[in-house]
């Protein structure tokens, strides 16, 4: 059953900025940061920064999540024997 986006607090350079995402994506970021070995916030602008087009930080965040479980995938099957 799909599950409504919550609403966060950012700091990004400082700044105060709010984003809504479903809970399964703020809790993989988290992960993310954590297994990076940087701050959630650092990671939040590290992905603020890298926006080229007029995408929104929330799906830009989406993405990120998407794109990282999906070279952790790729990775396993090529370590694979």
Do not use: C
């Amino acid at each position: 059953m799909p599950t409504r986006p919550a609403k966060r607090s950012l700091t990004l350079h400082g700044h105060r900025t709010s984003v809504s995402l479903e809970p399964e994506f703020w809790d993989a970021f988290r992960a993310i940061a954590t297994e990076r070995g940087i701050p959630f916030n650092q990671l939040a602008a590290d992905i603020d920064d890298a926006r080229t087009g007029d995408e929104g930080l929330a799906s830009a965040i989406r993405v990120f999540v998407l794109n990282h479980y999906r070279a952790t995938a790729a990775s396993a099957v090529n370590r694979s024997p």
